[in-house]
């Protein structure tokens, strides 16, 4: 049996900030539980849902040592859907309304959470031949490992893969601090191991140290050994190109099924669609007060409201997006400008335009389960999952070409009559409004055409078994 440890700072169903929980939450299940015993380490934050935090059993604790400092390790546990997860407590560091978000606080919480997940592992009794860890918030895990764990008999073969969801979070402070935090010799904090630019960097730990990276999408592997996609880690990235691969991402495919949805008005399938679909138009429409309209086209946009996402863009050419016949839902929450932004629309058009700023599962299902397209004209995309929804709910994506976004959306081309999607290449706004348009006209003038793009759409394959296939060949590579 080949064991393989997942650790990082979200999955779902237990706490989501974005796309990194529905990996972590999705992924351990796809692999051969005969062959493979894929187990998952998180914190156990305060601000987790009450339905989690009571069925979690406590399995034990233990003091350990973070340089000077002596914390409380508790671990929880619980089997979920065939996968065992294990919960770090330590209520100093798990507290607080959100899991995470200020890196002053992050940092010293992220080397503590490493540090207590390897160390649990002789107390809950389990040595994987692997430990996959996530972003920057595990950056350290490959590190420690070739630090002092490496001494004892337990930790001596483990294996570290580190995956970048997102070469913009680095985890960065001063070296100092960090040196404080991690018990960490000077020897660590040059610039060929965790220093960058003056600084303590977790996630360059991760990449030097680790005996694999991956990210989360061919192109995105590619892009981030370039200048502009790089995060100034690009000649890192370069230097270890050959431990690195895209994997592009996959969704649950049980979780986001429109033939089961429980949070549509009406399921429908790809044979269905046609005549189904259009109810959870309606019937969305009608829920946040939109002109109750079968005909128009109605554009949907699920995400975090951050520059990476684009939404300058589309505060650019609002004014002008807004004299077509089109309705814009959009649910998010983020960056008080893109916030402010969507609900000065919301009121100027408030026929047309529907702002909802929060975060709501049931929302984004209808969302995905009721529009005619999506909109996701990113600036950079590692990967990206709304897309993929969106696919799997025949709504059909306008995406930018970057990242995961160029990797799972192909174009339409009415010469050939393929391609499940619009897109668009260079981050400029009226770019990507001709191509919003250009949708609008196949969407009105060619119904047909439209209707094939849906087919296409709803038939491509983002399950996670091809992804898993990949991931299992570089376990099995590394475990030799
Ligand atoms: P990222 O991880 O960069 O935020 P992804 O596309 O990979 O982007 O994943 C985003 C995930 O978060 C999707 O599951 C999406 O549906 C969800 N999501 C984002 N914003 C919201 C929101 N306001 N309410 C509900 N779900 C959201
Ligand atoms: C990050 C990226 C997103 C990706 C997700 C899961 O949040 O921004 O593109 O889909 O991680 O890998």
């Known amino acids: 049996m080949k064991k393989v440890l997942f650790v990082a700072s979200e999955a779902v169903p237990f706490i989501k900030t974005g796309g990194l929980a529905d990996v972590v939450g999705s992924l351990p299940k796809c692999f051969d539980k005969e062959e493979y015993d894929v187990r998952v380490i998180i914190p156990k934050y305060m601000c987790m849902k009450e339905e989690w935090k009571s069925q979690l059993k406590y399995l034990g604790h233990f003091y350990m040592d973070l340089s000077w400092r002596s914390q409380y390790v508790g671990i929880l546990e619980l089997k979920y859907n065939g996968i065992q997860y294990y919960f770090i407590d330590n209520e100093y560091y798990f507290a607080g309304p959100k899991p995470y978000g200020n890196i002053y606080e992050d940092i010293e919480k992220f080397a503590f959470f490493s540090k207590a997940a390897l160390s649990a592992l002789p107390v809950i009794g389990f040595q994987p031949d692997v430990v996959h860890c996530h972003d920057w918030q595990t950056g350290l895990i490959p590190v420690f490992l070739k630090d002092r764990f490496h001494e004892g008999q337990f930790f001596a073969n483990m294996k570290s893969v580190i995956t970048i969801h997102n070469l913009k979070f680095q985890g960065v402070w001063d070296v100092k601090t960090v040196k404080d935090i991690t018990g960490l010799p000077s020897y660590y904090f040059t610039p060929d191991k965790l220093e960058a630019y003056g600084d303590a960097n977790y996630l360059k730990g991760g990449i030097v140290y680790a005996d694999a990276i991956t990210t989360v999408s061919r192109t995105y592997a590619e892009e981030i050994k370039t200048p502009f996609y790089g995060e100034k880690l690009n000649g890192l990235l370069c230097a270890r190109a050959n431990s690195l691969r895209g994997i592009v991402n996959g969704i649950d495919y049980e979780e986001y099924n429109p033939e089961t949805d429980q949070f549509l008005e009406k399921n429908y399938s790809i044979e269905n669609w046609r005549r189904q679909k259009v109810k959870n ?19 949907g946009i699920v995400s975090r409201l951050t520059d ?27 960056e008080e400008k893109y916030e402010n932004m969507f609900r000065h629309f919301d009121w100027k058009y408030h026929d047309k335009v529907s702002a909802n700023i929060f975060y709501s599962e049931a929302l984004s299902h209808k969302i995905y389960g009721s529009c005619d397209a999506f909109l996701m004209p ?16 025949g709504t059909v994506p306008i995406v930018r070409e970057t990242g995961g976004l160029k990797d799972t959306v192909e174009p339409y081309n009415e010469y050939e009559g393929t391609g499940t999607g619009f897109s668009f290449r260079n981050y400029n706004a009226h770019e990507m409004l001709a191509t919003i348009r250009y949708a609008e006209k196949i969407f009105y003038d060619n119904k047909r055409d439209w209707n094939k793009i849906v087919d296409r759409a709803m038939a491509a394959d983002f399950s996670w078994d091809a992804s898993a296939a990949q991931y299992k060949e570089m376990y099995d590579w590394l475990i030799g």
Do not use: N
């Not at 138009?281 to 554009?299: C, H, V, Y």
């Open 308 to 334: 990476q996402k684009g939404f300058d863009l589309i505060a650019y050419i609002m004014d002008e997006l807004c004299q077509d016949e089109v309705q814009l839902i959009v649910l998010g929450t983020g």
């Open 378 to 393: 990113s600036l950079f995309e590692p990967c990206g999952l709304s897309q993929l929804m969106s696919l799997r709910y």
């Open 281 to 299: 138009k309606l019937a969305l429409q009608r829920e946040l007060g939109l002109q109750e309209d079968r005909k128009i086209m109605t554009i």
